[in-house]
């Protein structure tokens, strides 16, 4: 009988470190689940932060028409039709903002508020595949401070990206089609870069650190940020899969590192 492959080996070629990071994601979810008791701690910061972000976004949803129509003043004096277009090209530019914010603050809010649940599951993880090599102490207020401090700096890049993003989105065609593909590439590896904070800072490592380190793998962090984003756009995804995002990006700091993901 063959093995099962294991999606945490290296794998030549873009596309195929791509979908490698995709199944450190599903290999995640495999570990998360085989810990019922850390299942139901993991979901419950989760479900805090989601309702409030569920009520946000209903509310864009809910106003998304006016907000078009306030941005494009230049065609109320339009004929029916190209007015309505242009609005709701305008509307689909602040949607896919929305869930671009949306989706890189729901992660930064929930990992804070459930800091010392995902640093559990993260802690698991890591024992089931040996430990942490050159693990330091940090403490809980430390370890609060720190994912605060780089999440309010993630939430300020996907700021900094969505602007000009928002502003594409009003191009023909390509606001529609080009440009939901970059949202997810930016809004993939700023969700990537937020979830490996507590392995990350387990081993004495900051936001430069790990910057630095997944740069080193773009397609393998891309491929499981951007499953990550996916998963967090369906609707309850991202209260469900938080957990898991949680245990494969440890396994993908572990790979980005050189340590096994190999379970003992």
């Known amino acids: 009988m063959n093995a099962p492959r294991d999606f945490a080996r290296p794998v030549a070629g ?70 309505s277009l242009v609005r ?30 995902y640093e559990k599951i993260s802690e698991r993880v890591e024992e089931r595949l040996g430990g942490t090599p050159g693990a330091v102490e940090v403490p809980l207020w430390a370890s609060l401070r720190r994912s605060l401090v780089d999440s309010l700096r993630l939430v300020g890049l996907s700021v900094l990206f969505g602007i000009p993003l928002f502003a594409a989105g009003f191009i023909p065609v390509v606001g529609q089609t080009v440009v939901p593909v970059i949202g997810a590439a930016v809004g993939g590896w700023l969700l990537a870069v937020e979830l490996v904070g507590a392995p990350f800072s387990r081993r004495g490592m900051r936001l430069p650190d790990r910057r630095s380190v997944l740069k080193a793998d773009r397609p393998t962090t891309l491929g499981f940020g951007v499953a990550v984003f996916l998963c967090f756009l369906i609707p309850l995804g991202a209260v469900l899969v938080m957990p898991a995002a949680v245990a494969g990006a440890t396994l993908l700091t572990r790979r980005s590192l050189g340590q096994s993901t190999e379970e003992r």
């Open 88 to 117: 709701v090209v305008a509307g689909l530019a602040f949607l896919g903002l929305g869930g671009l914010l949306a989706v890189v603050s729901f992660t930064a809010v929930t990992l804070v508020i459930g800091d010392p649940f």
């Open 14 to 83: 873009a596309a195929g470190r791509f979908f490698s990071g995709v199944g450190l994601l599903l290999r995640g979810l495999g570990l998360y689940v085989r810990s019922p008791g850390l299942m139901l701690l993991g979901v419950v910061p989760a479900l805090i932060s989601g309702a409030v972000f569920v009520t946000a976004f209903a509310t864009l949803v809910w106003f998304v028409d006016d907000l078009a129509a306030l941005v494009t003043p230049f065609a109320d004096d339009w004929s029916a039709t190209p007015r």
